[in-house]
Nanobody
């Protein structure tokens, strides 16, 4: 199983920015599709953004134009740049590696109004 470690969460005011990171030591990182999910309070798990090994990306409609997913294969790290944050972005954000079917433990993002 692939070990994934998220970081970068915290408390921010609406309109602010955060950058999440997902780091792994796994050599499969560079060939795996990587995904950010989130679970908002009282809601189901939601796919936020994904990036293939080739760099193709997709986003849930609610974050398009505000969030940017990226990856640095040399550092085995994936990022989620979150701008113009809204209270509804609050939740625990999880990193997922499709190759290996592995999850991180999550990082909490809280956006205050």
């Amino acid at each position: 199983q692939v070990q994934l470690v998220e970081s970068g969460g915290g408390l921010v005011q609406a309109g602010g920015s955060l950058r999440l990171s997902c780091a792994t030591s796994a050599r499969i990182f560079s060939i795996s599709t990587m995904v950010w999910y989130r679970r908002a309070p009282g809601k189901e798990l939601e796919l936020v953004a994904g990036i293939t090994s080739g760099g193709n990306t997709n986003y849930v409609d609610s974050v398009k134009g505000r969030f940017t997913i990226s990856r640095d294969n040399a550092k085995n790290t994936m990022y989620l740049q979150m701008n113009s944050l809204k209270p509804e972005d609050t939740g625990v954000y999880y990193c997922y590696a499709r190759l290996g079917d592995s999850w991180g433990k999550g990082t909490l993002v809280t956006v205050s109004s």
